[in-house]
């Protein structure tokens, strides 16, 4: 890549900078020790961190090298919120959750070849530092009126619940990493979303201070939608990347329903697609909408990035046997059971309930006489398959993998039949 800045800037990748002509040359001098920080403040990283995870992945593949930071130390403390003291959590806690991450992140970096991706951690150091060293070797580096202009900072000082010197110190530790990995691995860039821009800045400074060097802070903007709205709610909440806290599936239908004022954008953002492809995908956008094969190729794209070829492989094939014509028992358990849980449901007992029971049960129908005249009529299906015998009751032989029944009334509405013994 003869210029990874113009690549990062077409792709919306940049938000702010410090001097972008001397962070290109050095970018196109030579190799670029690089780093991105992630506090593990919960279980998971999600579509937020997944745009500083692709970022790193595109500055290796220029051929830098890149520092994933997990922060043992900083996690323990939290970054300032706009509102709300963070609850501290337990050690073991938070320990747990710095094993999550980095196994997360690893999916995501090459750790061979020459610039092979290097996993650190903020405890490493900071653990070492006495409140003497804190105050001496770091804490007469910072002006208090710098720190008290901080976006998060002001604003919780202006509230009524104020703001700890837990919160408000998270400042000069992330400062610290930055320097930290200066010295120890000549790292000359730090990373991470446009909300960080006052911490990573305070990283810059302390080193310019300390070392007398010049080094690059970089942002990434924070995604909204066309609208201006914030990018990123499910039914369920956060976008997590991992699949404990949101299915594979619950994820593809995310990137799947995208609007399409931003399809092409996130596709810029989210994914490594060629710009020929990306810009086909723009045509088809503005020319067949109906076919949504942007959001398709978004959705196939970010969900096998986090989740793998397997896992899209199923995925697709739940996607294909719901809505289309493929082989629902050849779909596995979990997939299903998320692929229909948000299906309108009803419950049978197995031995005497019918097609018409089950209609009724789940809700596709108001009665018994309707229900017979939708499946004799031959608009009721078991399982995809349209139902023949009307009066032909259910069976432990028409479970799913997940032990439930799947009916359909016409094309479109589908509903989950949970079987009681």
Same mark, same amino acid.
């Given at each position: 890549?003869?210029?990874?800045?113009?690549?990062?800037?077409?792709?919306? %990748?940049? *938000?702010?900078?410090?001097?972008?002509?001397?962070?290109?040359?050095?970018?196109?001098?030579?190799?670029?020790?690089?780093?991105?920080?992630?506090?593990?403040?919960?279980?998971? %990283?999600?579509?937020?961190?997944?745009?500083?995870?692709?970022?790193?992945?595109?500055?290796?593949?220029?051929?830098?090298?890149?520092?994933?930071?997990?922060?043992?130390?900083?996690? #323990?403390?939290?970054?300032?919120?706009?509102?709300?003291?963070?609850?501290?959590?337990?050690?073991?806690? $938070?320990?747990?959750?710095?094993?999550?991450?980095?196994?997360?992140?690893?999916?995501?970096?090459?750790?061979?070849?020459?610039?092979?991706?290097?996993? $650190?951690?903020?405890?490493?150091?900071?653990?070492?530092?006495?409140?003497?060293?804190? @105050?001496?070797?770091?804490?007469?580096?910072?002006?208090?009126?710098?720190?008290?202009?901080?976006?998060?900072?002001?604003?919780?000082?202006?509230?009524?619940?104020?703001?700890?010197? &837990?919160?408000?110190?998270?400042?000069?530790?992330?400062?610290?990493?930055?320097?930290?990995?200066? *010295?120890?691995?000549?790292?000359?860039?730090?990373?991470?979303?446009?909300?960080?821009?006052?911490? %990573?800045?305070?990283?810059?400074?302390?080193?310019?201070?300390?070392?007398?060097?010049?080094?690059?802070?970089?942002?990434?903007?924070?995604?909204? !939608? /066309?609208?201006?709205?914030?990018?990123?709610?499910?039914?369920?909440?956060?976008?997590?990347?991992?699949?404990?806290? @949101?299915?594979?599936?619950?994820?593809?239908?995310?990137?799947?329903?995208?609007?399409? /004022?931003?399809?092409?954008?996130?596709?810029?953002?989210?994914?490594?697609?060629? *710009?020929?492809?990306?810009?086909?995908?723009?045509?088809?956008?503005?020319?067949?909408?109906?076919?949504?094969?942007?959001? !398709? =190729? #978004?959705?196939?794209?970010?969900?096998?990035?986090?989740?793998?070829?397997?896992?899209?492989?199923?995925?697709?094939?739940?996607?294909?046997?719901?809505?289309?014509?493929?082989?629902?028992?050849?779909?596995?358990?979990?997939? @299903? =059971?998320?692929?229909?849980?948000?299906?309108?449901?009803?419950?049978?007992?197995?031995?005497?309930? &019918?097609?018409?029971?089950?209609? $009724?049960?789940?809700?596709?129908? !108001?009665?018994?006489?309707?229900?017979? *005249?939708?499946?004799?009529?031959?608009?009721?299906? #078991?399982?995809?398959?349209?139902?023949?015998?009307?009066?032909?009751?259910?069976?432990?032989?028409?479970?799913?993998?997940?032990?439930?029944?799947?009916?359909?009334?016409?094309?479109?509405?589908?509903?989950?039949?949970?079987?009681?013994?």
């Amino acid at each position: 890549m003869s210029d990874i800045i113009e690549e990062l800037q077409w792709r919306g %990748l940049i *938000r702010q900078h410090t001097d972008l002509t001397k962070l290109r040359e050095a970018l196109s001098n030579g190799p670029v020790t690089f780093y991105c920080g992630y506090d593990p403040t919960a279980p998971s %990283l999600h579509h937020g961190h997944l745009v500083q995870l692709i970022l790193m992945r595109h500055l290796q593949n220029a051929g830098h090298r890149p520092l994933a930071l997990v922060g043992g130390a900083t996690g #323990l403390i939290g970054d300032p919120r706009m509102s709300g003291e963070r609850t501290l959590q337990p050690r073991e806690v $938070v320990e747990g959750w710095v094993e999550k991450l980095r196994a997360q992140i690893s999916r995501f970096l090459s750790f061979e070849g020459e610039n092979a991706a290097v996993m $650190v951690n903020n405890l490493d150091w900071t653990s070492e530092l006495s409140a003497i060293d804190l @105050l001496r070797d770091l804490g007469k580096y910072f002006r208090m009126g710098t720190m008290l202009k901080k976006e998060a900072v002001s604003r919780r000082l202006a509230s009524e619940e104020g703001i700890s010197y &837990t919160e408000f110190s998270y400042q000069i530790l992330q400062a610290n990493d930055f320097l930290q990995l200066y *010295r120890r691995y000549g790292c000359t860039l730090e990373t991470g979303g446009d909300d960080q821009w006052g911490n %990573l800045i305070g990283g810059l400074d302390l080193i310019h201070r300390t070392e007398g060097a010049d080094v690059h802070v970089m942002t990434t903007p924070l995604i909204t !939608k /066309a609208d201006g709205t914030k990018f990123g709610k499910s039914e369920g909440g956060a976008i997590w990347l991992s699949e404990d806290l @949101l299915s594979p599936y619950a994820f593809y239908q995310f990137w799947l329903n995208v609007d399409d /004022a931003d399809v092409v954008r996130f596709l810029k953002v989210f994914t490594f697609l060629e *710009r020929a492809e990306i810009e086909r995908l723009e045509k088809a956008v503005a020319e067949e909408p109906f076919r949504r094969e942007a959001q !398709k =190729a #978004l959705a196939a794209s970010v969900t096998e990035l986090v989740h793998g070829g397997e896992k899209l492989a199923q995925v697709l094939a739940a996607t294909e046997a719901l809505w289309g014509s493929g082989d629902l028992r050849a779909v596995d358990a979990a997939t @299903l =059971a998320s692929a229909t849980d948000h299906l309108p449901s009803g419950e049978i007992t197995l031995g005497e309930a &019918t097609i018409v029971d089950a209609l $009724v049960a789940a809700g596709l129908e !108001k009665g018994r006489g309707a229900a017979r *005249r939708t499946a004799e009529s031959g608009g009721a299906y #078991l399982n995809n398959v349209k139902v023949e015998d009307v009066d032909a009751p259910l069976t432990a032989a028409d479970r799913l993998a997940d032990g439930t029944i799947l009916i359909r009334k016409g094309r479109r509405n589908l509903a989950v039949i949970r079987v009681v013994d």
